[in-house]
């Protein structure tokens, strides 16, 4: 249905959702990530200043991402989301582009530059959801480095950021599990 509507209203105002739809499905459900790349492509060539075009650029850093640990992979993607503070300052996609350049450094085992990432996004956006995702990931920095006391506070703080959240949820589970 999707397609549909990118294919036979090309013109219309919702067009450029519907290509981001087709784009996030490909990256966080069929895991096509060609696929989602031709999606975004398209998108940011025929709607580049539309709402839709600061979370295809979040898209492309996850694309890129998920092409590997390199260290050409993870500067692909961090420019991707480096983009979009720069070009739609303001934008709700500027948190979720923080978090995931600190998902994607995380993966990369540069645990101090993505707690600096999670940590802007938690002081920047307190009542996002990609705060309390923030918080949680900053967690499990912490806990790769050791530092389980420092991870409880995390944890803590993304259940108070958004107690009736999913990662909430998880940040409670972890809390119990971490302490004992």
């Known amino acids: 249905d999707l397609q549909a509507v990118v294919d036979s ?3 219309s105002s919702v067009a450029d959702n519907a290509l981001l739809q087709i784009a996030q499905y490909h990256v966080d459900t069929a895991h096509d ?13 025929d709607y580049p200043d539309t709402d839709s075009a600061p979370m295809a650029h979040v898209l492309a850093g996850r694309v890129a991402a998920s092409r590997g640990r390199a260290a050409a992979d993870v500067d692909a993607a961090l420019a991707s989301f480096e983009r979009v ?3 739609f300052p303001g934008n709700d996609a500027v948190a979720a582009a923080g978090y995931f350049a600190g998902e994607t450094l995380r993966a990369a085992r540069r645990d101090g530059d993505a707690l600096e990432r999670y940590r802007r996004v938690t002081m920047e956006y307190p009542r996002s959801v990609w705060a309390a995702r923030a918080s949680l990931s900053a967690g499990y920095c912490l806990l790769q480095q050791g530092k389980p006391a420092q991870a409880l506070q995390e944890f803590q703080r993304a259940r108070q950021l958004l107690p009736n959240s999913a990662p909430a949820a998880e940040a409670l589970n972890l809390n119990s599990i971490v302490y004992r």
Do not use: Y
């Open 9 to 11: 209203f090309a013109t």
């Open 33 to 45: 990530f060609a696929a989602a790349q031709a999606a975004i492509d398209k998108l940011l060539k």
């Open 85 to 87: 503070p720069r070009l």
